[in-house]
T-cell receptor, first 116, second 112 residues
Framework: GEDVEQSLFLSVREGDSSVINCTYT??????LYWYKQEPGAGLQLLTY?????DMKQDQRLTVLLNKKDKHLSLRIADTQTGDSAIYFC????????????????FGKGTKLSVKP | DGGITQSPKYLFRKEGQNVTLSCEQN?????MYWYRQDPGQGLRLIYY???????QKGDIAEGYSVSREKKESFPLTVTSAQKNPTAFYLC???????????FGQGTRLTVV
């Protein structure tokens, strides 16, 4: 079955770069996503990458996709204290879900702590 | 403003009682979803609906029920059959073939 794995914790200093890693198992995934969740709140889509892309950059965020290794990473440049949150990697499974993007398989989330 | 609204934000219920969580969206999205979030467990899909009057079970549907009588609304009932209902519940919606799912702010249910 589909599975998405992430490390649970990451701690960095303000101004450093953060790299959050994710591995997934479904090779037929069409989209891969990064969501941010602040305490007590819902999820906010940060960025996504289509499976035929290797890299996507959006301001301070860089997503790298290694489809051969099924590895996805999110790099946050110049990390700020406001970036402290839980970051979820998610994939759109192939097969019976019909391709609707909302049927996402989520990782358990990486809690990013940014120290001043 | 367009968006997806969950209510209430916090909900307390006694064990053995059914409780219904509200989810409303004015984004004109066809698809709506309920997820459950537990500490260290990520998000797990409870039910989803691609269209009005139709819905499918997700990975952990046991003890839950839903309805989709209107496009805008997808309420979730947590029944007394759900053995461990205390959790954070998230509703989401998307255009059927969109690249973005919008999430509500969540409802934290505590059963005592």
């Amino acid at each position: 079955g589909e599975d998405v794995e992430q490390s649970l914790f990451l701690s960095v200093r303000e101004g450093d770069s953060s790299v959050i890693n994710c591995t997934y198992t479904d090779s037929s995934s069409t989209y891969l996503y990064w969501y941010k969740q602040e305490p007590g709140a819902g999820l906010q889509l940060l960025t996504y990458i289509f499976s035929n892309m290797d890299m996507k950059q959006d301001q301070r965020l860089t997503v790298l996709l290694n489809k051969k290794d099924k590895h996805l990473s999110l790099r946050i440049a110049d990390t700020q204290t406001g970036d402290s949150a839980i970051y979820f990697c998610a994939e759109t499974p192939g097969g019976d879900y019909g391709g609707s993007q909302g049927n996402l398989i989520f990782g358990k989330g990486t809690k990013l702590s940014v120290k001043p | 403003d367009g968006g997806i609204t969950q209510s209430p934000k916090y909900l307390f219920r006694k064990e053995g009682q059914n409780v219904t969580l509200s989810c409303e969206q004015n984004l004109n999205h066809d698809a709506m979803y309920w997820y459950r979030q537990d500490p260290g467990q990520g998000l797990r899909l409870i039910y989803y609906s691609q269209i009005v009057n139709d819905f499918q079970k997700g990975d952990i549907a046991e003890g839950y029920s839903v309805s989709r009588e209107k496009k805008e609304s997808f309420p979730l009932t947590v029944t007394s059959a759900q053995k461990n209902p205390t959790a954070f519940y998230l509703c989401a919606s998307s255009l059927e073939y969109s690249t973005e799912a919008f999430f509500g702010q969540g409802t934290r249910l505590t059963v005592v």
